[in-house]
C-alpha cells in the first residue's frame, strides 16, 4: 500500500488543521493506521492510531480533547482534525501502518509497523 499526506500548513495559534493520508495499491480496510510526528532536533513520537474496522482509538496525552482521527474504508483515507494547535504541535506528521489491540473502542500499544509510511506533511503553528 501506499501513503501520500496532505493538508498540512501554516496556522496561528489556537487554529485548526485536518490533514489528510490517501492509500493506494490495497484497501485500508486491512490496515490499522496511525499518525506520527517529528519536531526538528526530536525523536518521531506517535499522536494518533485507529483500527482496522471497529474504530478503537488513541491518542497521545498531548494532544487528547484536540485531536481527532477518523478512518473512511470507503473512501481509502484516514484524517486527523486538528484543533486549537499549539506552537508545540509544530512538526512533520507522517501517517504509517501499525499494529495494537483494539478493544472498547480504545487501540492500545499503538506502534508503527514499519513497513509502508508516507512522505510526510508540514505542520506549523505560529503567529
Known amino acids: 500500500v501506499q501513503l501520500l499526506e496532505s493538508g498540512g500548513g501554516l496556522v496561528q495559534p489556537g487554529g485548526s488543521l485536518t490533514p489528510s493520508c490517501a492509500a493506494s495499491g490495497d484497501t485500508l480496510e486491512d490496515y490499522a493506521v496511525g499518525w506520527f510526528r517529528q519536531a526538528p532536533g526530536k525523536a518521531r513520537e506517535v499522536v494518533s492510531c485507529?483500527?482496522?474496522?471497529?474504530?478503537?482509538?488513541s491518542y497521545a496525552d498531548s494532544v487528547k480533547g484536540r485531536f481527532t482521527i477518523s478512518k473512511d474504508n470507503a473512501k481509502n483515507t484516514v484524517s486527523l482534525q486538528m484543533n486549537n494547535l499549539k506552537p508545540e504541535d509544530t512538526a512533520i506528521y507522517y501517517c504509517?501502518?501499525?499494529?495494537?489491540?483494539?478493544?472498547?473502542?480504545?487501540?492500545?500499544?499503538?506502534?508503527?509497523?514499519?513497513?509502508?509510511w508516507g512522505q510526510g506533511t508540514q505542520v506549523t503553528v505560529s503567529s
Open positions: 485507529i483500527s482496522r474496522t471497529d474504530g478503537g482509538r
Open positions: 504509517a501502518t501499525v499494529r495494537g489491540t483494539s478493544y472498547g473502542g480504545k487501540f492500545y500499544r499503538c506502534e508503527a509497523r514499519g513497513d509502508y
